[in-house]
């Protein structure tokens, strides 16, 4: 039950929805629990909700030219002359606070291909999860 308490915490956690995993995963950590599973079923969960993230980016730029679509036409430019100059490699940043959870949504607005989001979003994810990891377990001392 653990496992999948961890997986919805990693998976809300990597939506828009205010949500801490790390707490989660560092509790897991100092029962016991085998580190390498927990940081593969921490990363799946996130990957899979900046994915979430991604389709509703995707989905919603569809709707850009109604009046009632969240962002204006010169945010929208602003936002993409941003992704166009930094674009994939901001992903990298996708574990972030604050920046990470919009930057996976920004992508599927922007039409990033699924195909180069995932990769440099798992690698982001799981190696945050990785860091924590092995901080909790004193692996750096």
């Not at 085998?34 to 980016?57: D, H, K, Q, T």
């Amino acid at each position: 039950m653990s496992y999948l308490a961890l997986f919805a915490a990693a998976f809300v956690a990597a939506t828009l929805l205010p949500l801490q995993s790390e707490a989660v995963l560092v509790a897991l950590l100092l029962e016991g629990r085998p580190p390498l599973l927990l940081v593969v079923v921490a990363s799946a969960g996130n990957v899979l909700g900046s994915l979430v993230n991604w389709l509703l980016g995707h989905e919603l730029a569809r709707f850009r030219e109604r009046r009632w679509f969240p962002v204006g036409p010169a945010a929208l430019e602003r936002a993409r002359r941003w992704y166009g100059r930094y674009g994939k490699w901001s992903l990298l940043l996708s574990w972030a606070p604050i920046v990470g959870d919009p930057l996976t949504l920004a992508a599927g607005v922007m039409r990033e291909p699924l195909r180069v989001f995932l990769p440099l979003v798992a690698i982001a994810k799981a190696g945050r999860y990785l860091v924590l990891a092995a901080v909790t377990l004193g692996l750096f001392r």
